[in-house]
């Protein structure tokens, strides 16, 4: 029996079973079969999750451009791998088969060397959803630079923050992006972050909406000339199991975003292992995920994953909303996509739309549908089960995080009964643990508790960059020895796992992780503000929105509360992007805090979800008082 493709449940649990009595042997066996090797391995793996230190395949040589391309070359040459679908419908789409993405690798890569890109090099690349994107990634890849891609949403400052924490000698960029009906001036917002960022020498531009953008002479260059001069083969660099291949930034509870650094040959192995299972994939198919590849999702599965395992993969360049409600299945029905990958938050947009919009296209291709990023509600799974998969197309509910790389929990399609809401089975080679707050392991069904892993798997994310100390404190110190993802989850009488959300300060708002801490710091800047407090309430689209609880400084003036509300967005927007704006915006003349001065969230939170029924013991906060004035004032 090979390990590599589950078809069934029997044969999921077996695979399991073993996985977990031996799991150095199951993922020895997954790696041996199934991919390129220009060295094997001396050791399978070495861990110790009190340092932590975890290595995956010690010892082994590889390049992932390689497995991802070349080794499919013989048999896949002239197969589609990428899919290029435009933001507007009428321009034409392109179909990039394995070997023209070689040639458009290697001409890339070739290029990122002659402008001084060395191995372990960090190359920022800020582009929208355009070839050059997929290409600009794996070129990075193929000469062991690595990659740190920043989400073409962020704002100058964001990107320039996270340029400045790995140290980027190069941004790869476009002059700007399409996004419906709205062009973004991306190269602008470049230009803003660079005037923070000296580590910066040179910055490529790819063209993408032919407007005029300003050009820092030794500094900026076009792309597509240096691609046109370069040469259409480079060798792809050798790399170690453990180095380096990627930094991808997520928020934390406090200020800085974590810089997560993934290594090479485990994510490989994981990625494309998860791929071919989750997604059920077989080598006629055409597989969408509709997630950017600025997040992790994207790295993991429209990139590497799939393309591990030969795949096809759309990337697309738009929006669900445009040019109507209906794009999402008009391109479904065009490719006859037959996995399709989206966020509850997109669903739930355009389930609130007329019906037509879905039923209008033939969507008999999709044989799998998956879910990620953050819960999804039965109301939503339901109506992508009936409209979308016409109740024959399993759903799969994939929980998993930028830190672990691939997918964690969830279904097995044709195999694994589906419940709606309900993450179900880790996959192979995760084992799960549920804890207490005294930081016991909670056994046995119909429990909930703290969702930690107790044992490596191979894409977990190796250490935050430059910060080893913050990576041992974040997902190391609240249980010994275990990995701690952040989520509450509960495991019912089957032992099937529903995630129940964050149990820290990070809040999911369509699908996104922000921080607090880097949201209030935004506020405050604000001239007029004293202090803030920013809470996650329950929002029928985005799954949560964003309450800011605003003190302002006693200046005596009166203002006008409206524009200071658009003032602190607008600061938002700057500092990190739109993504992050509160929707509600109350100002209140103090925050309910402990005796050590402690912001009492939990309060704040019922406020803001109108759940005031039950506030808990207000009795030892250092204001009782506030919290009425609050209540009485709330939106
Ligand atoms: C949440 C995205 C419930 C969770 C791949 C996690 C989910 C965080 C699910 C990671 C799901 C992701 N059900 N919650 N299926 N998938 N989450 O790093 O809180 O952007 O910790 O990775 O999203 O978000 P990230």
């Not at 799939?306 to 299945?329: H, I």
Request: glycine share 8%; charged share 25%.
């Amino acid at each position: 029996m090979s390990n590599y493709h589950i078809k069934h449940l029997e044969e999921y649990f077996q695979i399991y079973r073993k996985s977990v009595r031996d799991p150095e042997n199951f993922w020895e066996e997954v790696a041996e079969e199934h991919f390129m090797w220009r060295k094997k391995w001396d050791k399978v793996l070495s861990w110790d999750f009190t340092k932590p230190e975890i290595k995956w395949f010690e010892g082994a040589k590889l390049n992932i451009t390689e497995n991802c391309i070349d080794r499919h070359l013989p048999t896949h040459g002239n197969k589609t791998a990428i899919i290029f679908e435009p933001n507007d419908p009428e321009e034409k789409e392109q179909y990039i088969t394995f070997k023209d993405l070689h040639e458009r690798v290697c001409k890339m890569a070739n290029v990122l060397k002659d402008q001084g890109v060395k191995k372990g090099d960090r190359v920022c690349i800020y582009l929208p959803m355009i070839p050059e994107l997929a290409v600009s990634v794996l070129a990075c890849a193929r000469i062991g630079a690595i990659h740190s891609v920043v989400f073409a949403g962020f704002s100058s400052s964001a990107l320039a923050t996270r340029i400045n924490d790995s140290n980027c000698k190069m941004v790869i960029t476009s002059d700007g992006s399409y996004r419906g009906s709205k062009t973004i001036d991306l190269k602008g917002i470049v230009d803003e972050s660079l005037e923070k960022c000296p580590c910066v020498e040179t910055v490529l531009v790819a063209k993408r909406i032919n407007s005029e953008i300003n050009m820092t002479q030794n500094r900026d260059k076009w792309l597509q000339p240096l691609l046109d001069a370069a040469n259409d083969y480079c060798p792809a660099e050798i790399m170690d199991s453990e180095d380096p291949l990627f930094i991808l930034y997520t928020s934390g509870s406090t200020g800085m975003p974590k810089g997560m650094v993934h290594s090479t040959g485990g994510y490989m192995v994981y990625t494309a292992y998860t791929f071919k299972n989750v997604f059920q994939y077989k080598d006629e198919d055409i597989y969408w995920c509709t997630a950017d590849i600025g997040w992790i999702t994207g790295h993991s599965y429209i990139l590497y994953g799939p393309l591990a395992n030969g795949a096809t993969t759309l990337m697309f360049e738009g929006v669900p909303s445009y040019p109507d409600f209906g794009r999402f299945w008009q391109i479904v029905e065009k490719y006859k996509v037959n996995q399709f990958y989206t966020a509850p938050t997109a669903i739930r947009a355009l389930a609130k739309e007329n019906l037509e919009y879905v039923e209008k296209y033939d969507l008999s291709s999709l044989k799998v549908m998956g879910s990620v990023g953050e819960p999804i509600n039965e109301e939503a799974w339901h109506w992508y089960n009936i409209n979308v998969g016409k109740k024959k197309s399993p759903i799969v509910d994939t929980w998993w995080q930028t830190e672990t790389g691939g997918i964690m929990i969830s279904p097995i399609p044709y195999a694994t009964p589906t419940i709606p809401t309900y993450a179900s089975l880790p996959l192979p080679g995760i084992q799960p643990a549920l804890m207490d707050e005294n930081g016991q392991e909670i056994k046995g069904n119909q429990v909930d508790g703290r969702l930690c892993i107790k044992f490596p798997w191979p894409s977990i994310a190796r250490t935050i960059w430059g910060n080893h100390q913050r990576y041992k404190d974040t997902y190391f110190s609240a249980f010994e020895n275990k990995y701690f993802t952040g989520d509450g989850a509960l495991r019912d009488e089957v032992g099937y796992y529903r995630i129940t959300g964050r149990v820290d300060d990070v809040i999911i708002v369509s699908g996104h992780n922000l921080g607090t801490a880097p949201i209030e710091d935004a506020v405050n800047e604000h001239p007029a503000v004293a202090e803030s407090a920013i809470v996650g309430f329950p929002h029928d689209v985005k799954g949560n929105a964003l309450y800011g609880y605003v003190i302002l400084k006693e200046t005596g003036e009166t203002r006008n509360q409206d524009n200071l509300r658009k003032e602190i967005n607008q600061i938002i927007t700057e500092h990190i992007g739109p993504i992050a704006k509160l929707d509600k915006i109350q100002f209140t003349s103090g925050l309910p805090k402990t005796r050590s001065g402690k912001i009492m969230r939990r309060i704040l939170r019922k406020i803001a979800s109108k759940d005031t029924g039950n506030l808990g013991d207000t009795s030892t906060l250092l204001n009782p008082e506030v919290v009425k004035e609050i209540m009485d004032n709330a939106l």
